[in-house]
Each structure stands twice: as structure tokens, then as C-alpha cells.
């Protein structure tokens, strides 16, 4: 993944725990790199390591740091770093989430080597819609709960969500019913 993934990982312990925490964690992540750079690829096996570190050091499970991973990817990374972005994406939850198939096209315009999940929506009322998620990664569906969160706190629009479908668990992909 592109290295801006580890540095908002590196943000968000930073800003929750220190810098003593974070260099505990690159440690017992075997991770040597002082400084990430956004926009060069790093192995998806550091961003996985560090967040099993994370787990370990700050005993808590790591869907846990997943789900608060999310939400600071919303409200930090995103709205601080490409606001422009998220702003053309749409003025409401529903809207943001209609367009979320196309969104990750425009992020690639930014990062040419992306390897962007992809979304559908299906099932869309006045307050739900089914938000289908593929990727090729695998152990990520807490991390979109968690951004699904990070929108609904964005937009001031409470969200539930519910995993309907875990690909985890054989299904061909995973599906949340998002309610606001
Ligand atoms: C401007 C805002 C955003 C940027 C710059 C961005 C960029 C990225 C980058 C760099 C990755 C790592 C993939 C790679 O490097 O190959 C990624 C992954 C991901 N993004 Fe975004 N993204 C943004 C917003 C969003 C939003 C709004 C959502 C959904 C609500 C989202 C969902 C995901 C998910 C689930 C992954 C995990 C990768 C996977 O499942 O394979 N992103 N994004």
C-alpha cells in the first residue's frame, strides 16, 4: 500500500498514544523505516504487522484498531489532506455513499499504483443501502466499518451498520446494510 496508510497509522497512535508508543510498536513490527513516504508503495505486510503490533502493545483486539483506524482515516487523513476530494464527492451521507464505486478512480488519478477496493450499492432506500466491498486484501471488513463511521460523524448523519455478508466466512464478498 501506498505509505501514506502507515503514516496516518503513525498519526493517529501519535496523537492517541505518543511517539514512545509508535516506535514501540515499528519495533515489535520488525519495521526499520524511519520515515514513511506517502506516495511510494510499501509492502502490505508492514501496514498488517503494525496493526497486530499495535494490538499486542496496546491490548486491544485489532478489529478495535481497525474500526478507530477507519474513523481517523475519514476525519483526519482524508478531510486534512484532500478535502477538495471528499467535498466533490457529495454534500450528504447517501450521496457520498452513491458515488463511494467511483471514488477511488479519482484517488488513482493522485496515486497511479493504486490497488483501490471496489464498492456497489444495491437495495437503496430514503435511510439504508447495501454497501458491497471487494478487495483482493483480506481481515479489512473493520476497517470499513469504521470509515463508514468516520462519514456519518463528517456529515453529523449517525450511521448503524450491520455486516450482512463476510467474505471470511466463504460468501463471495462482504456486505453491510448502512442505516441513517
Ligand atoms: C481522499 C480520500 C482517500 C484517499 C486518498 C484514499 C486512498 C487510499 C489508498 C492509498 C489506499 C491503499 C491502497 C493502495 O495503496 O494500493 C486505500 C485503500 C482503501 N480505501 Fe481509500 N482513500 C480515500 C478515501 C476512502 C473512502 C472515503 C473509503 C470508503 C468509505 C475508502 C476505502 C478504502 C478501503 C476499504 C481500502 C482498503 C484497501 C482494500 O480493501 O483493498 N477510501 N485508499
Given at each position: 500500500?501506498?505509505g501514506?496508510?502507515?503514516?496516518?497509522?503513525?498519526?493517529?497512535?501519535?496523537k492517541?498514544?505518543?511517539?514512545?508508543?509508535?516506535?514501540?510498536?515499528?519495533?515489535?513490527a520488525?519495521?526499520?523505516?524511519?520515515?514513511?513516504?506517502?506516495?511510494?508503495?510499501?509492502?502490505?505486510?508492514?501496514?498488517?504487522?503494525?496493526?497486530?503490533a499495535?494490538?499486542?502493545?496496546?491490548?486491544?483486539?485489532?478489529?478495535k484498531?481497525?474500526?478507530?483506524?477507519?474513523?481517523?482515516w475519514?476525519?483526519?487523513?482524508?478531510?486534512?489532506?484532500y478535502?477538495?476530494l471528499m467535498?466533490?464527492?457529495g454534500?450528504t451521507?447517501?450521496?457520498?455513499?452513491?458515488?463511494?464505486?467511483?471514488?477511488?478512480?479519482?484517488v488513482?488519478?493522485?496515486?497511479p499504483?493504486?490497488?483501490?477496493?471496489?464498492?456497489e450499492?444495491?437495495?437503496?432506500?430514503e435511510?439504508?443501502?447495501?454497501?458491497?466491498?471487494?478487495?483482493h486484501?483480506?481481515?479489512?471488513?473493520?476497517?470499513?466499518?469504521?470509515?463508514?463511521?468516520?462519514?456519518?460523524?463528517?456529515?453529523?448523519?449517525?450511521?448503524?451498520?450491520?455486516?450482512?455478508?463476510?467474505?471470511?466466512?466463504?460468501a463471495?464478498?462482504?456486505?453491510f446494510?448502512?442505516?441513517?
Amino acid at each position: 500500500m501506498y505509505g501514506m496508510v502507515n503514516k496516518a497509522m503513525e498519526e493517529m497512535v501519535i496523537k492517541t498514544h505518543g511517539e514512545g508508543t509508535w516506535e514501540k510498536i515499528k519495533a515489535k513490527a520488525g519495521v526499520d523505516i524511519e520515515v514513511f513516504m506517502s506516495n511510494e508503495g510499501y509492502s502490505d505486510d508492514i501496514t498488517y504487522n503494525l496493526v497486530a503490533a499495535a494490538s499486542e502493545l496496546l491490548q486491544t483486539p485489532p478489529g478495535k484498531i481497525l474500526h478507530g483506524f477507519g474513523e481517523h482515516w475519514i476525519l483526519y487523513t482524508a478531510q486534512e489532506g484532500y478535502g477538495s476530494l471528499m467535498e466533490a464527492n457529495g454534500r450528504t451521507l447517501p450521496e457520498f455513499l452513491s458515488k463511494l464505486p467511483d471514488f477511488h478512480s479519482r484517488v488513482a488519478m493522485i496515486f497511479p499504483q493504486l490497488q483501490p477496493p471496489r464498492f456497489e450499492c444495491s437495495e437503496i432506500t430514503e435511510h439504508s443501502l447495501n454497501l458491497h466491498y471487494f478487495s483482493h486484501r483480506q481481515g479489512l471488513a473493520e476497517f470499513l466499518v469504521g470509515l463508514m463511521h468516520g462519514l456519518g460523524k463528517m456529515f453529523k448523519t449517525p450511521v448503524t451498520v450491520r455486516q450482512t455478508a463476510a467474505k471470511a466466512q466463504g460468501a463471495d464478498h462482504d456486505v453491510f446494510e448502512v442505516t441513517w
